[in-house]
């Protein structure tokens, strides 16, 4: 009975010495390992080459997955002023959906190439959905669509920045598990020195 209390509090203390590699967070981004006790880290890795080969892929991954919500970000950051952009056109033609004169206006031809045009009014609108979809709208529904997509989009530019700055997080973590190991391999190297 001694003994299997002994194996289970051995169990227990391997478990609290670090932080382990799979729990997930923030879109799947796996935490990362943090060294309490770089001693009994390198216990368990067969060097200290191996355990810094780990921990630099996983600091490539952390790289390419910030390059990745980066990315998101900005396509995000330019989606949001475009949703506002047609949200006032839209509610510029609500305005004058019960004028009787026709609005005056002027559209793009092509690239420099400007032509005069009146509209009518109307209650309907078409929306590019984007893959070369438009559809068409009463001038309600195309309103509350978007403004349903203008608050997902902050939303999800709330999520990104949320998840980039853990994302960050992580990444400084690992490089400081990296100097961890690299400075303890150091103090290895210089001990086997003097000892002989």
């Not at 997930?24 to 009994?40: C, Q, S, T, Y």
């Not at 952390?62 to 900005?74: A, G, P, V």
């Not at 529904?141 to 709330?158: F, G, V």
Request: aromatic residues 8%.
């Amino acid at each position: 009975l001694i003994f299997c209390l002994f194996i289970l509090q051995e169990f227990y203390n391997n478990r609290m010495t670090e932080t382990p590699l799979v729990k997930k967070k923030h879109r799947g981004i796996p935490e990362a390992l943090f060294l309490n006790d770089v001693d009994a880290y390198m216990v368990k890795e067969s060097s200290s080459e191996t355990a810094l080969q780990k921990l630099d892929e996983q600091f490539q991954k952390y790289r390419f997955m910030e390059s990745n919500l980066l990315n998101k970000k900005i396509r995000l950051s330019t989606q949001i002023p475009d949703i506002k952009a047609t949200l006032s056109s839209i509610n510029f033609l609500k305005n004058k959906k019960n004028e009787k004169e026709p609005l005056k206006t002027q559209f793009m031809l092509s690239d420099q190439l400007f032509v005069h045009a009146k509209v009518p009014t109307t209650d309907k609108v078409c929306l590019w959905l984007g893959a070369n979809v438009m559809l068409e709208y009463n001038i309600d529904e195309a309103d509350e669509l978007l403004k349903k997509n203008l608050s997902a989009a902050e939303s999800q530019l709330l999520e990104l920045d949320n998840d980039l700055d853990y994302l960050r997080d992580q990444i400084t973590t690992t490089e400081v598990s990296m100097a961890r190991i690299y400075n303890w391999d150091v103090k290895r190297r210089q001990k086997l020195k003097i000892s002989s």
